[in-house]
Every structure is written in structure tokens, then in C-alpha cells.
């Protein structure tokens, strides 16, 4: 399966929060509510490009009650806010009636999105892995987004950044969901993110002698699920709204 073969349901994450300074010019402190183009929010034209990539089927939001209700009809289903983003996803999966066997994951604060930039992941992707992430080296990032930059993972051979779409093995996901859960858990705390790593991980990725292909295998040793890192990834799915830095460097950009 690969390209325009996909037929995958969609989940959006919602319910990221801004800060205040952000939150005052924008006028609400939902990141997928800030308007983008004219009255359009930044949710709504996702869900408008979901609808022109081929091979989407439903489309479902995770977390945000406020989100779901401005896209009304525009979504198929919505699931609540769980205890853990993972759990999240996993109450937007159970809210679409049969799910699909994969499900594309796509975060509403995305402002360069296209179809296209969906389209060329997708073609990317493996139906024989579990999950499916584009990374972006720096160079190609900074290289399309001059003046900006992003946070990037240290890693053997360069710096990278992960793109804010991936596809996920429905089943493989749903059984992982524990160790998801402590990874979550885990991800403000240095030692309990030690502890799951492992000292060999941990000292690879502090001395930047860590390869992509030994994340894939920390992630199968982990999640027990098979993970894939796909570089040379669209810089467009690593440029996300967080603050009001990057704010104003979208409207840069889009003009």
C-alpha cells in the first residue's frame, strides 16, 4: 500500500493552549481557534485540506469540546480529553464507527499544510510499520523557513525535527497504550526519561552519536511496535504555532 492506495481515517489533536501574550492578539487561547486566513481557523483549514488529500476518509477531533463544536458538520466524530494525549487518541479512534486499519494523525497548528505536502507523506509511508514519522534535517528546515528555527533532536549525521503528521497502526497503537502513557508521564522528568531510554540510548543520544535506525529500535523496544522515521520529510509538516515568536513568523512567511 503506498501513495494514493491509502484509505485512512483522520484525528486531530485539539485543545493545545497559547499563551497569554499570544492568546491577547489572537483574541482565544486555543491554538486550532486562531484564525489564519480571513475567518478561517487554523482547524477548519485542516479539515478542508484532509478533505482535498486523497485517500481520507472520516475525520475525528481528540480533546477540544470548543474545537468540535466550531467544526460541527465539517467532522465526522469527536473524541474527549482523556488522562493522556495517547488516551486521547485512543477516545477519538473509539468515537469513529469501524475505524480504519492505519489512522493519520495531523495536528491543528500547521499553518503551511497543503494537500500535496499530505499527499507526498503519505507516499512515504509503510504499510508494514506500526508508526510512520517524517523528520526534517535543520538545514532544509531553515533553508525554507529563513531566520527561524525549531527544536531538534542531536542525532549521528545532523539535526533533526519531527513533522507534526504521522500514521499510526490502529491495533498497534490501542495495545501500546500503557507504555504511551508512561512515556507521556515521563516527559518532564529527565530521570524517569532516563530510565525508560537506558543508560546505552541515554549516553549515545548525550555524546549526539545516536543514529535515526537506533530510535527505531528504542521505539520497537519500548512500545513493542515497529517505528519508522522517514527523512527528507516537508519542512511544511515541522512548522507549528506555539508562541507568539512563531506567530509572527508565520505571517511573515505567508506573505
Not at 492578539?25 to 482535498?52: F, N
Amino acid at each position: 500500500v503506498a501513495g494514493s492506495d491509502w484509505r485512512v481515517d483522520a484525528i486531530l489533536p485539539a485543545g493545545g493552549r497559547i499563551d497569554r501574550e499570544l492568546a491577547a492578539l489572537v483574541g482565544t487561547d486555543e491554538k486550532a481557534l486562531i484564525r489564519w486566513e480571513g475567518s478561517e481557523t487554523l482547524a477548519e483549514r485542516t479539515v478542508r485540506i484532509l478533505r482535498a488529500t486523497p485517500g481520507i476518509n472520516r475525520i475525528a477531533v481528540g480533546g477540544s469540546v470548543a474545537v468540535a463544536e466550531a467544526l460541527g458538520d465539517r467532522i465526522d466524530a469527536h473524541g474527549l480529553r482523556g488522562e493522556t494525549a495517547p488516551r486521547t487518541l485512543a477516545n477519538a479512534i473509539a468515537a469513529l464507527e469501524n475505524p480504519t486499519e492505519k489512522i493519520l494523525v495531523v495536528t491543528t497548528d500547521l499553518p503551511f499544510l497543503t494537500a500535496d505536502v499530505l499527499s507526498g507523506f503519505l507516499r512515504t509511508c509503510r504499510a508494514d510499520v506500526d508508526v510512520n514519522v517524517p523528520i526534517v534535517r535543520a538545514e532544509a528546515y531553515e533553508e525554507r523557513f529563513p531566520g527561524t528555527t525549531n527544536t531538534y533532536i542531536p542525532l549521528k549525521g545532523g539535526r533533526w525535527t519531527a513533522g507534526g503528521a504521522f500514521l499510526l497502526d490502529r491495533d498497534a497503537f490501542l495495545r501500546s497504550l500503557p507504555e504511551l502513557d508512561a512515556m507521556f508521564h515521563a516527559r518532564k522528568s529527565k530521570w524517569a526519561m532516563a530510565r525508560l531510554l537506558g543508560p546505552v540510548t541515554l549516553g549515545k543520544f548525550v555524546t549526539k552519536s545516536l543514529t535515526v535506525d537506533e530510535v527505531e529500535a528504542t521505539i520497537r523496544r519500548i512500545l513493542g511496535a515497529t517505528g519508522r522515521a522517514i527523512p527528507g520529510s516537508a519542512p511544511e509538516l515541522a512548522f507549528d504555532i506555539d508562541d507568539l515568536d512563531d506567530y509572527r513568523a508565520a505571517l511573515k512567511f505567508r506573505s
